[in-house]
């Protein structure tokens, strides 16, 4: 989808791999782009560095939400709460673990309204199929809806548009590498450490997707 230069659309940025090739993505695509990130409290808010340094970079506008005065409401999750990140791939039980209630919705709530305040067209996120075992929150079904309800929510439609919610994080990478990425820009990792752990389900599907790309990754490992 190509736009006219003064089509202006929402992304919302987690400065993560996914959501970086979405924002470049959306960037080729001609649109005028409006970055967002949130902090609700994720023990690997580093990515919101990344986030902003890759805004910086790319003259993008981009906004920090502070939601962590819902961090108590959001308990349970490995992600938010003093719970042990799990180790293994997403396919695992234990990864429900890393599931913060209602992150989506709350944050294309916001991403939305965002959008109407600026008359842009869409809202993009980087939900994709391979979040679909466990998240229940990337699923089709759930963009789907979501998309036909902020058609309807506000006096200007804003679409919900998730590119990638057919495709994995293989054919994303590989998408994001065609395009020159360098994905060193980007941080994944659950554990908020000075390096990426290697072993929690983010970082083992990351890898992966390097692998099956013939690829390095530019980041550093414990």
């Known amino acids: 989808?190509?736009?006219?230069?003064?089509?202006?659309?929402?992304?919302?940025?987690?400065?993560?791999?996914?959501?970086?090739?979405?924002?470049?993505?959306?960037?080729?695509?001609?649109?005028q782009v409006y970055a967002v990130s949130?902090?609700?409290?994720?023990?690997?808010?580093?990515?919101?560095?990344?986030?902003?340094n890759v805004c910086n970079e790319l003259k993008v506008t981009h906004q920090v939400i502070d939601l962590t005065s819902l961090t108590p409401l959001l308990a349970g999750s490995s992600l938010t709460d003093d719970i042990d990140v799990p180790e293994g791939h997403y396919e695992e039980e234990s990864m429900k673990s890393t599931v913060v209630p209602n992150r989506n919705m709350i944050m294309l709530s916001m991403a939305v309204a965002y959008a109407v305040s600026l008359k842009a067209e869409a809202v993009y996120?980087?939900?994709?199929?391979?979040?679909?075992?466990?998240?229940?929150?990337?699923?089709?079904?759930?963009?789907?809806?979501?998309?036909?309800?902020c058609k309807i929510a506000n006096y200007d439609v804003v679409e919900v548009r998730a590119p990638y919610i057919k495709h994995d994080k293989i054919e994303i990478l590989r998408?994001?590498?065609?395009?020159?990425?360098?994905?060193?820009?980007?941080?994944?990792?659950?554990?908020?450490?000075?390096?990426?752990?290697?072993?929690?389900?983010?970082?083992?599907?990351?890898l992966e997707a390097f692998e099956k790309n013939n690829a390095v990754d530019p980041l550093s490992y414990e």
């Open 1 to 31: 989808m190509k736009s006219t230069s003064s089509a202006k659309v929402v992304v919302i940025f987690s400065g993560g791999m996914d959501s970086f090739t979405v924002l470049n993505k959306a960037l080729k695509e001609g649109y």
């Open 38 to 52: 949130f902090d609700y409290g994720q023990r690997h808010n580093k990515e919101l560095t990344y986030a902003a």
């Open 125 to 149: 996120f980087g939900a994709h199929s391979g979040d679909h075992a466990i998240y229940p929150d990337c699923r089709t079904e759930f963009v789907e809806a979501m998309n036909q309800v």
């Open 175 to 206: 998408d994001g590498l065609a395009m020159g990425l360098d994905y060193g820009k980007t941080w994944t990792c659950y554990n908020g450490r000075e390096k990426a752990c290697g072993k929690c389900g983010s970082c083992q599907e990351r």
